[in-house]
């Protein structure tokens, strides 16, 4: 244990150092050491899935549940899958180097931003091995040196795929010493690195709330971490039913798993007794369970069909994961505006109304990182945003807010070009 | 000390509320708030200046030294300049609600960024009164609900303050709530600030390096701070020696006690023999005390008019803030970058050069906020690069580095407008 933590100062060190090469390394071999990853994931798909066959028997045997082992499980297709992906990135423009803001000022100094990458990006994350894969495309794209870290259950598959993404990457001349892999899975180690604000510029925690919370407590440097999603969609007096229901059905049903799928539901009043019968028998059909205020269940019981339950305070600022949904009637604009204040999570929130000043004041007082009018919450995502790839959804309103791309793996610096001026 | 805590979680609650009305203030309601301020200030001159003899006396009779003491002082002539200060910040263009990165993806969604404010900003400084109307206004203006805590030797002077900034902005239609104001200064209040992240999402510490990195530390929110400024200017075997003369010159010596100073000035050995007696005869003229390496002395010593020491290893890496320099001689661009890598803090760093790819190589290798070609490294201040006000000198990378200005101040929300998109 003693020398895996004097291993680790030694990563550190090497990892920082590796990352002033790789600030400004060409995109063409950045690129190629894409390339080098795609092409090795699929040459040596043996070697992995043998590792990864390691992982996936320890962890059966020790009773993992099901929905935790697909998680874990590689196959043929799936690295072919993760190639693919690896490739895309290859193709995004790369966001290292892009010059800004540049003027003259009145003594002649020219002066402006250059875009650099952040330098090293420390990685935490749990169980789905792909994520070694992932972020370190992501960071060798933008730039960014690496220290990997994942999780005990998914050791050797992680470790084989560091391997493969290390190798790939120094034969195309990324600086030796630029992706860092920790093979140790003791939990000491996570809190040491976690203190290494000299060798690392963020950190990005990926898993569940107990690990990224761990993070956020007890890291040193940065955090960028998604948080959770509690997702509202306000439909106005004034909405258009029809999109009300194809709206709200979508935000609930096309993936519910999601932190930008639909938790609460506020209704106008006004609206409620016409809206409310037609979103719940589309909601019932794909087996949505109702957690109904007064007035809302009021209104649904008679519809036998439908899965309802009277709602209780912890409904409300509730992130669902699943089929379900609170629903909720109010009296005004401004009461939902207040739900909204006090139980969104700033994540993304939406209304449905044709009414341009109502549309307008909800874009303008709602404080979330994605604001919608007359859309489906579902949107908030890299991909969808035309971001290309996404290494999460932030909620904190430092630095990037909302999807982040490669860009908001980036930092700039303050370049300015002189002839000899001094300060007067 | 309890009701004090109480106090304390009811002014988060406070400031937190009032902070969802100040993100969509308007322009006009914010400057009339900063008019009123300034005129304030000058009505009531006398009830300032009287609570500033309060902590002036105190403080006398406790021993603080005079630059202190002068630092703690107010007098009608520097309330005259705050005031003018205050005018100032009203006559920046607000930086919040710009709409930009607009477009509209190909399934019809219109999608864009709007500038936001950050929402709740925590200031805890010391000493200096007028930092209490400083932040006020600055975070008023980019739309921040402000809490406020100053240093117990201007407990009263801040106090006086703080209440003529909250009621010539509430006469102003500012929210109630959003300037927050400490009173109570027992440092037990300080961690309990520190801890609050549900209320206060950036901590700006205004201070010395014990003050800022113990807020660093304890700080449970996201901290905006000044590092400290190790600079370097290296004058390069290409230099004109002439400007390379006045540029060290006025990096050292226009004010040596502030962090954009020159600390160590690197020297090519091609050029050293030619150039280091110039400049050192002149930094002699202004007092500058220089520990030189040994190439440097050999150069030096025989001119017996200079006040030369021997380097020693803590030389390097050291922030001066005196009129001091280190000098060191280097055998190529190389060493000197090298140097700088080790020894620099990513403020601000120089190059004196006549050749193209010399001056390229700098610009592109060195990590820094600033990067200069041929000028001062006195120039990296928000006034300067044409930002207006100055929240401070960032040398962090994410959000935001180098000089901080209001843009620097807030976020940005994803405002989406659609017309009944869903995600297929």
Redesign the interface.
Known sequence: MKSDLKGLEAKGKAVKAAS?RM??LSTEVKNRALHNIADDLLARKDEILEANQIDYKEAEASGMNAAMLDRLLLSSSRLDTIAQDVLAVAELPDPVGEVFDM?T?PNG?Q?GK?R?P??VIGAIYESRPNVTVDISTLCLKSGNAIMLRGGKEAIHSNSALAKVVQEAATRAGVPDGAVQFIENADRALVDKILGMRDYI??IIPRGGAGLINMVN?NA?M?V?SGGIGVCHTYVDKSA?I??AV??A???KV?RPTVCNALDTLLVHDDIAERYLPLVAAEWAKAGVEMHCDKRAMTILKSNASLKLMPSVDEDWGKEFLSLVAAIKVVDSLDEALEHI?HCGSGHSEAIITEEYQVAMRF???V??????????T???DGG???LGAEVGIST????A???LGLKELT?????????????P
Do not use: M
């Open positions: 002033y600030a400004y003027r000022l100094l002066i250059k650099v952040l330098g510029d963020l407590e040193t940065p960028l258009d029809e999109k194809a709206i059905f979508n935000a096309q204040e874009l303008n007082e404080d979330a990182a994605c604001v919608y009018v007359n859309a489906s579902r949107f908030t969808q945003f035309g904190q309103k430092l630095h807010r909302g999807p930092s700039y610096k303050w370049i300015i070009f002189g002839s000899g001026q001094v300060r």
